[in-house]
C-alpha cells in the first residue's frame, strides 16, 4: 500500500523503514527537512510541506500523523482536513486524548474523510521488534488499512498461543478496538498500567540499594550486586517482563546509574487514566501513587527515580531534563 507519515521523530522514522522494508510505499514529511532526506535514504519519497504531500499519494489517500499529541496534533490534522478530499483517512498515531479523537473525527466525517486513532507502542526498538497497535475508528477503514498494521505488528513471535482462546489480529500485535477514540483509550490505560509496573520496579531496586544503611543492624545490612538481580530475574521469574530486560540493561551499563537525573516526567496518559477512573468510579491507586511518584521526584531524586529515568530512556528514548534545563 501508499502511506503518508508525517512526524519523523524517535518513532515515525523507524516506522517508514519498517514499512517500506515489507514493499510498502511512502511518501513522508517532517519540519526538520534532515529527517525528510534521511527516509528518503531508505527509499521513501520526500515533500516538501503538507500539500505536497497529499497531491503525491494516489487516492483514496491514507495519511499517518506521528507528531506530539495536543496543539501539534490539531493543527496538523486541521491542516490536513483541508487538502484531503472525501474517502480519505487520517491515522493519529501520538499519544492524543481520546476525546480529542472524537470531537476531531466529528470534523473530519462531516467532510466524508475517516479518521482513525492508532494506540502505538514500540518506542525506539519498533523497527526490528514491530509495533503493538491499538486501533480505533470505522470497521471498513481498518479492514482497508489492515495490511499497514500488519506490517508494522510484531507479527508471529515466539510467544506460545494462549490456550483455548480463538487466533485472531492479536496474536500478531494489533486489534481494532472499536469505534473511533478506542484505540487511544486502550492506548491510555496500558500506558497507566506501565506507569505502575515501572514504579514498582524502582521501588524494590530502591530497597536493595540502601539494604546497607547504616540505620540497620549490622547483621541485618547487605551489598546487593542489583544488575545481577534484574539479570537472574529475567530467567524464570515469573515478573520477567520486556521493562525488566531494559532495566538489566540499564544496571549492565552502569549499576548507579550515574548519569541519569532523576527527574521523571509524564506524558499525560497517566494522569488522562486516573481521570477516566474518577468519571467512571473506579479506584486506581496503585497508578495514582504512580503518578504521584513522578511528580515528586521533580523536587528529590532516590535512585528508584533513576531507574524510571532509565528505563524511560531504554523504551522510548527520552532523555529527562530538569524543567527550565
Same mark, same amino acid.
Given at each position: 500500500m501508499q502511506l503518508g507519515m508525517i512526524g519523523l *521523530? +524517535?518513532? *515515525? =522514522?523507524?516506522?517508514?523503514? +519498517?514499512l517500506m522494508r515489507d514493499g510498502h510505499s511512502c511518501v513522508v514529511f517532517d519540519l526538520d527537512p534532515a529527517k525528510v532526506r534521511e527516509s528518503q535514504k531508505h527509499g521513501a519519497q520526500g515533500a516538501s510541506d503538507v500539500a505536497d504531500l497529499v497531491r503525491k499519494l494516489q487516492a483514496p489517500r491514507a495519511v499517518w500523523i506521528m507528531v506530539p499529541a495536543g496543539d501539534p496534533t490539531e493543527q496538523m490534522v486541521e491542516t490536513l482536513a483541508g487538502h484531503l478530499s472525501r474517502g480519505d483517512t487520517i491515522i493519529d498515531g501520538g499519544n492524543s486524548y481520546y476525546k480529542d479523537d472524537i470531537r476531531r473525527? =466529528? $470534523? &473530519? &466525517?462531516?467532510? *466524508? $474523510?475517516?479518521y482513525m486513532d492508532a494506540g502505538t507502542s514500540g518506542g525506539v526498538w519498533g523497527l526490528e521488534r514491530g509495533y503493538c497497535l491499538m486501533v480505533g475508528g470505522k470497521p #471498513? @477503514? /481498518? @479492514? +482497508?488499512? #489492515?495490511? $499497514? /498494521? +500488519? &506490517?508494522l505488528a510484531p507479527g508471529k513471535t515466539d510467544i506460545p498461543a494462549t490456550p483455548d482462546r480463538k487466533s485472531s489480529s492479536a496474536d500478531l500485535g494489533y486489534i481494532h478496538c472499536g469505534p473511533t477514540g478506542s484505540g487511544h483509550f486502550v492506548k491510555m490505560v496500558h500506558n497507566g498500567i506501565e506507569y505502575g509496573i515501572m514504579q514498582s520496579f524502582a521501588e524494590g531496586f530502591d530497597i536493595f540499594v540502601n539494604a546497607n544503611s547504616k540505620e540497620l543492624p549490622p547483621e541485618h545490612r547487605f551489598e546487593l550486586n542489583v544488575a545481577e538481580i534484574a539479570e537472574v530475574w529475567r530467567r524464570g521469574s515469573v515478573i520477567s517482563s520486556w521493562l525488566l530486560d531494559l532495566t538489566a540493561m540499564a544496571l549492565a551499563e552502569d549499576p548507579k546509574l550515574s548519569k541519569y537525573e532523576g527527574f521523571v516526567h509524564d506524558s499525560g496518559e497517566g494522569r488522562w487514566t486516573i481521570q477516566a477512573g474518577i468519571e467512571e468510579a473506579t479506584p486506581t491507586p496503585v497508578l495514582a501513587a504512580s503518578l504521584y511518584a513522578r511528580f515528586r521526584s521533580r523536587q528529590e531524586h532516590t535512585f528508584g527515580e533513576k531507574l524510571l529515568s532509565a528505563m524511560r530512556n531504554k523504551f522510548g528514548g527520552h532523555v529527562e531534563a530538569p524543567a527550565g534545563a
Open positions: *521523530g +524517535r518513532m *515515525g =522514522g523507524n516506522m517508514v523503514q +519498517r473525527a =466529528g $470534523i &473530519t &466525517t462531516a467532510k *466524508g $474523510i475517516d #471498513e @477503514a /481498518f @479492514a +482497508r488499512l #489492515e495490511p $499497514i /498494521f +500488519r &506490517t
